[in-house]
Nanobody
Framework: QVQLVESGGGLVQAGGSLRLSCVAS????????VGWYRQAPGKQRELVAR???????DYADSMKGRVTISRDNARSTVYLQMNSLKSEDTAVYYC???????WGQGTQVTVSS
């Protein structure tokens, strides 16, 4: 069974940075596209960024220029570097294995203004 575990969330002031990590179990990770999503209170879950197994990326318009997604297949880890955070970035951030439709448990990001 594929498991995904996110970490790195926390409380940060507006303008600050955080780096989220998503560690996956299972060999299938290396051939999978992985996405970072977020869900704010009362809102639908939305895509933040996605990276294919060969490193191609795409980003949500709302986050372009402020986030960078990367992966280390040797460590079975996908990272999300977030800069210039805003209060509206407050949400639970989830990673998803797009091949298996598996989700992690999420990590809370809170940006104070």
């Amino acid at each position: 069974q594929v498991q995904l575990v996110e970490s790195g969330g926390g409380l940060v002031q507006a303008g600050g940075s955080l780096r989220l990590s998503c560690v996956a179990s299972g060999i299938i990770f290396r051939i999978s596209t992985v996405g970072w999503y977020r869900q704010a209170p009362g809102k639908q879950r939305e895509l933040v960024a996605r990276i294919t197994n060969v490193g191609a990326t795409d980003y949500a318009d709302s986050m372009k220029g402020r986030v960078t997604i990367s992966r280390d297949n040797a460590r079975s880890t996908v990272y999300l570097q977030m800069n210039s955070l805003k209060s509206e970035d407050t949400a639970v951030y989830y990673c998803k294995n797009e091949r298996t439709n598996s989700w992690g448990q999420g990590t809370q990001v809170t940006v104070s203004s």
